[in-house]
């Protein structure tokens, strides 16, 4: 008997389950929902808390429709206080017909809740902390403004953010409350933060390494016992990562005993290859085909020395240099070069062969220009004008250097400006006096959609001594012409004559204006005008290259063909300029 009462149960309930109205044959019933009164941020703030993307436009079955309607007046509600609305009225309609279900909500939002009063303040430690009373001000600030939830979350996380960053680690709310009073749509929001002690900088650990702490402890810029400070935390990592020692750099806090205040600084990373190897071919209009090698050793001693050298070689242009350096106090502002360099040149009018040696220190700021001061000594033998020259000179000088840009490979804003200033003293090392200044600068800025205007100049001088101007080193006379100066010319072939022989010159004038558009991602098209001279009065003539060329944006910088014709030259008279390297 019991055994038929339930077969009689279980047949009830199938059949119950198959007939159901809320069950389908496609599986559920369409859901068309309508939100009226409300546009913007209340709209899209609505549609989140109701999940209205889920739902609207879905098949879902009606317990799941009927148990979502039911909670959603509370949600729009709740979702319209987020935004200062307490005084908001919801009416709802639910009608089903034929597999479809239409729900609306028509919404009257009435007036937003004001702000009428903050009180609000820190006690403990940090009462009188700059960086808390300012954030207790942006607090205040919000009296008068409309109710809005996040901001209210946004000025709490102030001051939160203000204790993790200098190291109020046991900082907490004491009160933190909004008094909403809807007849009189205002407000009232109390805080009270305990800030608790501020604790201090500990010992700084590093991991052990070929590099010695004491050499590792020049990047700190706190003390033990200092107060803690985030930014010195992450600006110590910044620093270890610019100095180019480091391949990776973790900085955290380690373990601190329940009694101490000073927190340890765990320093660990992982170092860069000690040995660097680079080689490289190209090819330039200048220079013609070449090769090159480099090599660096980033670590010579656990001082953090290192040197490297770099050779290129070209039919006109080959050199050597070597370069050993050492930081000072500062590793990444303040450091030490000695420099060995040896060019050789060979153009068609003109040969040379010159080797240097010379001692810098090197001022590093950021955001600045870093300044080098530098004593070198120049040995060159020279043959130009049918005459062999030789000349010795000491020469100490000082040069600026400074960029920006806000793209390495194409950048549409920039600039570059680099300024050297030398000079030598016949009876201090140098076989005659002479002062020069040269000066190079250069501009990008987008003008229009993928189109940029590019301006170059280069500028030298000479101050020297008629009856010492032949024994003028090559390397120290100014010509043009080229691909980095003016585009028609061949390479170093603008220049005073004499008696039917390029010279050189004592000054140097060189500007271009260059227009480029991007038709394709790596692709650009160039129109540009060059003027300059290498000149010995400022009232000489100078001379224009006009042309057009296409730029193809490698990952190693722009590759430039460009078609220059020289001022007054025929159609036939065009040069081919190649040339390859960064904008800036």
């Known amino acids: 008997m019991n055994i ?13 389950s198959i007939t159901s109205p809320f069950s389908y044959a496609d599986g559920g019933l369409d859901v068309s929902i309508s939100l009226n009164g409300v546009q913007g941020v209340e709209l899209e703030n609505v549609k989140a808390h109701l999940s209205y993307s889920t739902f609207n436009n879905s098949k879902q079955k009606e317990v799941s429709i009927r148990r979502w309607y039911k909670v959603s007046k509370s949600k729009i509600k709740k979702s319209l206080e987020a935004l200062g609305y307490y005084s908001s009225q919801v009416k709802s309609d639910y009608q089903k017909d034929d597999g479809i279900v239409n729900i609306s909500f028509d919404i009257s939002l009435n007036e937003r809740v004001v702000i009428a009063a903050v009180d609000a303040h820190v006690v403990g430690e940090g009462a009188d902390d700059v960086d808390f009373i300012k954030a207790i001000k942006d607090f205040k600030s919000l009296v008068g403004n409309k109710l809005q939830h996040d901001k209210y979350e946004s000025s709490k996380a102030g001051l939160v953010n203000v204790a993790i960053e200098k190291g109020y680690f046991d900082a907490k709310f004491l009160l933190k409350k909004i008094e909403v009073f809807p007849e009189q749509t205002k407000c009232k929001i109390s805080i ?43 600006d110590l990592r910044a620093k270890l990562l610019t100095s180019q020692y480091f391949d990776s750099v973790s900085v955290v806090r380690g373990k601190i005993s329940s009694d101490s205040l000073k927190w340890p600084i765990i320093v660990s990373y992982q170092l860069k290859p000690k040995h660097k190897y680079d080689y490289g071919v190209g090819y330039g209009t200048d220079s013609g085909p070449r090769v090159s090698f480099g090599y660096e050793n980033r670590l010579v001693n656990e001082s953090g020395h290192r040197y490297k050298f770099y050779s290129e070689y070209s039919p006109k242009i080959q050199q050597a240099n070597f370069e050993y350096s050492f930081p000072d106090k500062d590793p990444l502002h303040d450091i030490y070069k000695f420099t060995l360099v040896y060019d050789r040149e060979d153009i068609d009018f003109a040969k040379s062969r010159t080797l240097s040696t010379g001692f810098e220190r090197v001022y590093i700021k950021e955001n600045d220009w870093t300044r080098t001061v530098y004593l070198k000594y120049i040995q060159e033998n020279f043959f130009i004008a049918d005459e062999e020259g030789d000349a010795a000179l000491l020469l100490p000088g000082i040069n600026w250097m400074q960029g920006k840009s806000n793209n390495h490979l194409y950048p549409t804003k920039g600039w570059k400006g680099n300024i050297d200033l030398f000079g030598g003293v016949e009876s201090i ?3 005659f006096s002479m002062l020069q200044a040269r000066a190079r600068f250069k501009f990008i800025r987008g003008v229009f959609p993928n189109s940029r205007l590019i301006l170059r100049t280069e500028l030298g001088g000479t101050h020297i001594d008629d009856s010492d101007f032949d024994n ?22 603008l220049s005073p004559e004499v008696d039917g022989n390029k010279v050189g010159a004592r000054y140097l004038v060189v500007g271009s204006a260059e227009m480029d558009y991007k038709f394709a991602e790596k692709w650009a098209g160039a129109v ?22 296409v730029r193809w944006y490698s990952p190693v910088g722009p590759l430039k063909f460009d078609l220059a014709w020289p001022q007054d030259g025929e159609s036939k008279d065009f040069r081919i300029h190649i040339s390859i390297g960064p904008d800036l």
């Open 472 to 493: 003028l080193p090559l390397s120290l006379r100014f010509f043009a012409g080229g691909d980095s100066s003016v585009r028609g010319y061949d390479y170093k072939n």
């Open 528 to 549: 540009f005008i060059d003027s300059g001279n290498a000149i010995n009065n400022i009232k000489d003539d100078l001379v224009n290259g006009i042309g057009f060329g």
């Open 4 to 16: 038929n009462r339930y077969l009689l149960l279980l047949v009830i309930l199938v059949v119950t």
């Open 429 to 431: 090392g140098s076989d």
């Open 192 to 234: 009270k933060f305990d800030s608790g002690p501020r604790y201090l900088f500990g010992e700084v650990i590093f991991d052990k390494s070929k590099l010695s702490e004491q050499f590792l402890r020049k990047f700190v810029s706190f003390n033990y016992g200092d107060f803690y400070d985030a930014k010195k935390i992450i």
